[in-house]
């Protein structure tokens, strides 16, 4: 039988919920069912899972199922692991700007103190700037899109918690003054000190950047291209009174679920 994966985050797990991935509230559930009740429901969502963890799971999945559908819902762009120690108890170490890391140890008697990790994550954010983490995530999308079209699987692509563009953010265009460019392309680039015509330069090296990736693949991919999970849909918690709960993941579902019956199916 043909199935329908997801791959996702905890918001594609279900963290939050009741009954999680079986929880009939859950946008993965709901959308299923709205646009194919032909194909059996795999969802590989994982709590804390990084960007590359959902590319790497997405070829996984398109290698050990026969998909006819694959739903990629990218996390958030800052968020890595790092893992200091093999030892018989994890050692994993998760980062993201909301997270608070606590002491870990590892043998033979090194202990990482919770200011030193904090200290370090802070340090180590600072020196990533997001326009990469975008490109790599039209790295991603265009390589698993490329190999979809091959395999014939229909690939879908979900903003669950990307939040830091806007709407006409991909559009290359010709500018003038900074203004000219979008709210959140004027933050990454700093508008503020920098005179127009660097900005301007700037702004066409960072579209370059994305072209060279493949750019965004066929708009009809993209069910939430520019309306986040997490900055538009989060309308009540969940049972854990962090991620959302059945109000935000109905809500989040019918907007997926219009988009995607006014949009023709990649292949």
Request: charged letters at 20%; hydrophobic letters at 35%; proline letters at 4%.
């Amino acid at each position: 039988m043909k199935c329908s994966v997801f791959t996702g985050c905890s918001f594609t797990e279900g963290i939050g919920l009741e009954k999680q991935s079986q929880d009939p509230n859950l946008w993965v559930n709901r959308l299923h069912s709205s646009i194919n009740a032909n194909t059996k429901l795999i969802n590989l969502g994982k709590s804390g899972a990084t960007n590359y963890e959902i590319f790497q799971n997405s070829i996984l999945a398109l290698t050990h199922y026969p998909c006819e559908n694959l739903f990629v819902a990218w996390t958030e762009l800052l968020r890595f692991k790092v893992n200091p120690g093999v030892e018989l108890y994890s050692t994993d170490i998760f980062w993201s700007r909301a997270d608070v890391s606590t002491e870990i140890a590892v043998n033979p008697s090194i202990s990482y103190s919770s200011n030193y990790l904090n200290n370090v994550k802070n340090r180590f954010f600072d020196l990533r700037h997001t326009h990469y983490e975008i490109v790599n995530i039209l790295k991603y999308t265009n390589i698993i899109n490329r190999i979809c079209n091959q395999l014939k699987v229909r690939a879908f692509f979900i903003n669950s918690l990307i939040i830091d563009y806007d709407d006409g953010y991909f559009d290359h265009k010709d500018i003038c003054v900074p203004s000219d460019a979008t709210t959140t392309t004027q933050l990454h680039l700093n508008a503020n000190t920098r005179d127009d015509q660097e900005f301007i330069q700037l702004y066409h090296k960072i579209h370059n950047d994305y072209a060279d990736t493949g750019g965004l693949p066929p708009v009809c991919t993209w069910l939430n291209l520019y309306q986040s999970f997490r900055l538009n849909f989060y309308i009540d918690q969940g049972t854990d009174n962090l991620h959302p709960g059945p109000k935000s993941h109905r809500a989040f579902a019918d907007w997926l679920i219009q988009n995607f019956s006014n949009k023709p199916q990649a292949t």
